[in-house]
């Protein structure tokens, strides 16, 4: 598969009540394709998530945000736009990434958590010296993480609701 140059098309999600901020690092194929985070079904980002805040697990769009939403999570990713072969982080080069600082300037948030290593290190190199809040990296819930299973995950994520609205 050859690289091709992508534009992260899918708006933030936050409001002016959102406090925490998870950043993953750029769509999927399949999230590029349904023009929403974590869209592919493998993925387990909605299931830790809802698990957490004790939801019914959300499918649609408009379910997503609101469970977000309703908890103070704003959600977004890194790269505004990048060079990628397919879903494939690893291989994301040329990255321009997203004005972070327009979302912090319109909200409530002060803590900001970034979904694996590949959106950990973009944070750090492209973000991170601009806003001077320093992320919480969190395991990837992408399933090419398979050691880390669903229970691991929850476990690991569970440091957000310490941040989440009630």
């Excluded at 140059?5 to 194929?29: A, K, T, W, Y």
């Excluded at 769009?61 to 977000?68: I, P, Q, V």
């Excluded at 040329?94 to 694996?116: A, C, H, R, S, W």
Aim: hydrophobic share 40%; proline share 5%; charged share 25%.
């Amino acid at each position: 598969m050859d690289f091709t140059h992508q534009i992260h098309l899918i708006p933030p999600v936050f409001d002016e009540n959102s406090r925490i901020l998870i950043l993953g690092s750029f769509p999927s194929m399949k999230s590029r394709e349904v023009n929403f985070f974590y869209g592919h079904p493998q993925n387990r980002f909605w299931r830790v998530i809802s698990y957490l805040l004790n939801e019914k697990c959300p499918e649609t769009t408009s379910e997503k945000k609101h469970m977000l939403l309703k908890h103070g999570i704003a959600l977004w990713d890194v790269i505004a736009s990048c060079d990628i072969k397919g879903s494939s982080d690893s291989s994301i080069t040329n990255v321009v990434p997203n004005d972070i600082g327009k979302v912090l300037e319109q909200t409530k948030i002060k803590n900001i958590f970034v979904n694996g290593k590949t959106a950990d290190r973009l944070y750090i190199k492209y973000i991170e010296p601009d806003i001077n809040i320093k992320a919480v990296c969190l395991p990837s819930t992408s399933p090419a993480n398979a050691l880390w299973s669903l229970e691991k995950l929850i476990d690991e994520w569970r440091i957000i609701t310490e941040f989440c609205e009630a």
